[in-house]
């Protein structure tokens, strides 16, 4: 795998926060703006139940819809960990993200 496979559409807000923090981690980025590529747009509506929801990315064999940055980069140390760069580490949540991960069940 050589890049990160992303599907966007022009003036999506969520795209453009996605591809500014993925571009600042020097990610290599395949772009498919789904309004100007049907068949990109057919492949965001096959994993998102129908509809046209970006950003929509892949990494390998996994589809995720409107992934975090964490999320992206986690399906790349798995399945490509040669573009994850070094010295990489996640985000540690903040006080407002440790409590709602309390209250959803995890640790």
């Given amino acids: 795998m050589e890049a990160v496979t992303f599907f966007w559409r022009p003036g999506c807000g969520f795209c453009a926060h996605l591809h500014r923090e993925l571009d ?3 990610v290599p980025m395949e772009m498919h703006n789904i309004w100007e590529d049907p068949a990109a747009a057919a492949f965001v509506r096959s ?3 129908g509809n046209e929801t970006v950003p929509t990315v892949m990494v390998g064999d996994t589809s995720m819809v409107n992934p ?3 999320q992206v980069m986690a ?3 798995d399945c490509a960990p040669q573009l994850v760069p070094e010295g990489y580490e996640p985000s540690k949540p903040g006080p ?3 409590m709602l991960n309390r209250l959803m069940g995890g640790q």
């Fill in 24 to 26: 600042k981690l020097d």
């Fill in 47 to 49: 994993v998102a139940n």
């Fill in 68 to 70: 975090t940055p964490a």
């Fill in 75 to 77: 399906a790349l140390a």
């Fill in 96 to 98: 407002v993200g440790r």
